[in-house]
């Protein structure tokens, strides 16, 4: 979990700090990371329907944060690309918003924390989970030249995959929360904050 959680933070400071030279020389890569989020807000918009909206942000998340486990078994270069995304794209956004003169911090306790509180800790254990999969698919790689390794690292992808069932539990109520908030809270509170 911490060095999910220190990928992510890392991330997120360098997609801040780096907006303004990678929007002034490749526009399209900022673009590109919002793209996806381009499309979800657009079909959400065009639906005005509730249930919608609520069960595309929920259908979304869920799939990025099975994939971000279930990828991991590559040796832990999916988690860490989801989690940078994720960074770079809270990053980006919020230095977006300080071009424009809105106040980011602001903007992140209205429009992100709400639904951040469980979103967060889901997507970094997603992160986490998939990243100690990949570190146990280059143990038993290592453990290709011992015996003794490869029964070492089996026995810990064994204990992993016991405890699977109830990440993936915990990590759906916590997505499920998220949803309910982002689409019931979050939009009020941001309502709000243009209205002031």
């Known amino acids: 979990m911490a060095i999910a959680t220190a990928w992510f933070a890392l991330w997120a400071v360098l997609g801040y700090v780096s907006f303004d030279a990678l929007w002034a020389q490749r526009p399209d890569v900022v673009d590109s990371l919002f793209a996806r ?4 807000a657009e079909a959400i918009a065009a639906r005005q329907s509730w249930t919608y909206f609520f069960g595309t ?3 979304n998340n869920l799939v990025v944060a099975a994939s971000t486990v279930g990828l991991g078994i590559f040796f832990g270069l999916f988690p860490l690309a989801a989690l940078a995304t994720n960074g770079l794209v809270i990053g980006f956004f919020l230095r ?8 980011p911090l602001a ?8 639904h951040g509180v469980l979103e967060f800790p889901a997507l970094l254990l997603a ?16 453990g290709l030249l011992s015996p003794m390794a490869r029964q070492a690292a089996l026995d810990r992808f064994a204990r992993d995959l016991r405890q699977l069932p109830v990440v993936v539990a915990a990590i759906a109520v916590l997505l499920l929360g998220a949803a309910l908030i982002e689409s019931t809270v979050t939009p009020l509170v941001v309502d709000w904050l243009q209205l002031r």
């Open 37 to 40: 989020l381009r499309e979800l």
């Open 107 to 114: 903007w992140f306790l209205a429009g992100i924390l709400p």
């Open 57 to 59: 942000i929920l259908l």
């Open 127 to 142: 992160g986490a989970f998939g990243l100690a999969l990949g570190v146990r698919s280059v143990q038993l790689l290592g």
């Open 96 to 103: 977006m918003l300080a071009r424009q003169g809105e106040d």
